[in-house]
């Protein structure tokens, strides 16, 4: 199925140490939630078609750690790891986040998940610990891959409904 709406995130930079992303979804939140917490689901958007997807482990619970490994077409291998510090189902997930290639810049991520008429609004807020950190986030490219990646996300929860 292909997205039918060109709808993209919108990435914004409230202070010097964050990164606030956000995206409207044509679907209910329970279903953009499970694609973010159930692994089967994740593996079939995270990649945005830019890297394999290696292993995806997750203990969605506070506490629990959570593992996405991948590898990029060029044969670079990665990870993002951390932990589960806030659980509510269907409504927002806060997380620690380590990138393997910058191990000593761990973030943190509050991501909301809103319904209003059958809609999702997504805020994903990275805080980073230091304005370089956030920067050096910024500049890695990671906004093609991330409206990629939500794009498919896009298709995946539309599948479903």
Known sequence: MTATNDRR???TTPTDTQILITREFDAPRELV???FTTPELLRRWWHANRCEVLGIEMDVRV???WRWAAKAFNGYEFAFYGEYRE???DERLV???TFSGVP???AVNTTTFTEKDGR???EILVAHQTRANRDEHLQSGMEDGLQDALTLLEELVREQI
Request: overall charge negative; charged content about 5%.
């Open 87 to 89: 659980v509510v189902p």
């Open 95 to 97: 997380t620690t986040e």
């Open 9 to 11: 995130a919108t990435v």
């Open 63 to 65: 506490g629990g750690n």
């Open 120 to 122: 999702t609004h997504l």
């Open 104 to 106: 000593t810049a761990q």
């Open 33 to 35: 939630y499970q694609a």
